[in-house]
């Protein structure tokens, strides 16, 4: 199995969105408090990396 650039942009895509959707749940349904804000704010963050490795994806 050969991996090239955009097969390593495309995996590490992946990893960023399903990280963000934790951090978002985590925020969202377990902490109440402030932590809660950090925690989808962190989240939000690693979907904006995650688009940007989509982005980089066909120009790598």
């Not at 590490?12 to 963000?20: F, P």
């Not at 934790?22 to 408090?33: H, Q």
């Amino acid at each position: 199995m050969s991996m090239n650039k955009n097969t390593v942009l495309g995996y590490a895509t992946l990893i960023m969105i399903v990280v963000g959707v934790g951090l978002i749940a985590l925020g969202a349904f377990r902490y109440d408090d402030i932590a809660g804000f950090g925690f989808a704010a962190v989240g939000v963050g690693f979907f904006a990396i995650a688009w940007v490795f989509n982005a980089l994806k066909g120009r790598v």
